[in-house]
C-alpha cells in the first residue's frame, strides 16, 4: 500500500469507523464484525500512466458468513489458516460489476494532485456506500439472500457476488444447505450439468468436491 492509499484511508476512518468498521493494516481492508462474520471494503489498485501517471482503484465489498466458509475452505482451496479466516462469502467489485449499469465506480489519484484527488476518493466511496454500500451489506447479511444470489445465474461462469466458477457453486450451493436445504439436490444437478459442458475436464473434481462439501456441511450441522 503506497503513500496516496495510506492518505486515504485516514480520510475514510471518520465515517466507517462511525458504522463499525476498522482498518485492518495487516489486510488492508476495514472490517466490520457481525453476528454472521464480518463486512468488509477493500480495493484493487492499478497504476497507469495516464495523466501524468495515477492510481486506479476499484472497490470490493464483501460479506463473509462463518458457517458457510468454514465449510467451503474445508475443500482446500485456499493455503493457510489465517488467509482462511478472512475468505468471504459473496465480494462484489465494482469496477466489474458496477451497481447501476454505465456508471464508473472507479476512483482515481493523480500524481500531480495527490492531495486533492485523495479527498475526492473517500468523497467518491462514501457516496457510494451511502448510495449502495451499506444496503448491500444489510442484504447479504441474510443467508437466504446469499444463496438467492450466487445462484442466479446457475449457468454463469462470470458473476457479480463472486467472479470464479466453480468456486461460486460451493459457495451458492453451502449457503443454501443452511438456508434451504430442500433447494440442494437440485442445484448440485443444475450446476454439474453446467460444468459438463465448460469445464469438462473438471467435472469429476467439482463433482467431488460437492460430496466432500455436503458431508462437511451435514456434519458442521450435526455439532451445531
Same mark, same amino acid.
Given at each position: ?6 492518505? %486515504?484511508?485516514?480520510? *475514510? ?61 474445508? *475443500? ?17 467489485? *465494482? ?45 447479504f447479511a441474510s443467508l437466504s439472500e446469499c ?9 454463469s461462469k462470470t458473476h457479480p457476488l463472486y ?23 437440485? %442445484? ?22 460437492f460430496d466432500q462439501l455436503i458431508a462437511t ?8
Amino acid at each position: 500500500m503506497n503513500n496516496a492509499e495510506k492518505a %486515504l484511508v485516514e480520510q *475514510l476512518l471518520p465515517t466507517l469507523s462511525a458504522k463499525g468498521f476498522k482498518w485492518l493494516k495487516t489486510r488492508e481492508m476495514f472490517i466490520r464484525k457481525e453476528p454472521h462474520g464480518f463486512s468488509s471494503l477493500s480495493w484493487t489498485s492499478h497504476s497507469t500512466n495516464d495523466e501524468g501517471g495515477r492510481l486506479e482503484l476499484g472497490l470490493v465489498l464483501g460479506v463473509r458468513h462463518d458457517i458457510v466458509d468454514d465449510v467451503v475452505n474445508e *475443500l482446500g482451496l485456499i493455503y493457510g489458516d489465517d488467509n482462511k479466516k478472512f475468505t468471504t462469502t459473496v465480494a462484489r467489485g *465494482l469496477s466489474l460489476f458496477p451497481f447501476k449499469e454505465g456508471k464508473d465506480y472507479k476512483q482515481c489519484i493523480r500524481l500531480v494532485s495527490v492531495d486533492a484527488d485523495v479527498q475526492n476518493a473517500a468523497s467518491g466511496i462514501v457516496s457510494i456506500l451511502d448510495e449502495d454500500g451499506w444496503q448491500f451489506f444489510e442484504r447479504f447479511a441474510s443467508l437466504s439472500e446469499c444463496a438467492k444470489g450466487l445462484n442466479d445465474p446457475i449457468e454463469s461462469k462470470t458473476h457479480p457476488l463472486y467472479n470464479n466458477f466453480p468456486r461460486r457453486a460451493y459457495y451458492g450451493v453451502a449457503s443454501a444447505f443452511f438456508a434451504d436445504n430442500s433447494q440442494v439436490t437440485g %442445484l448440485i444437478h443444475q450446476y454439474l450439468e453446467f460444468a459438463k459442458v465448460v469445464q469438462p475436464n473438471q467435472y469429476d473434481q467439482i463433482s467431488k468436491r460437492f460430496d466432500q462439501l455436503i458431508a462437511t456441511a451435514q456434519s458442521r450441522r450435526c455439532e451445531a
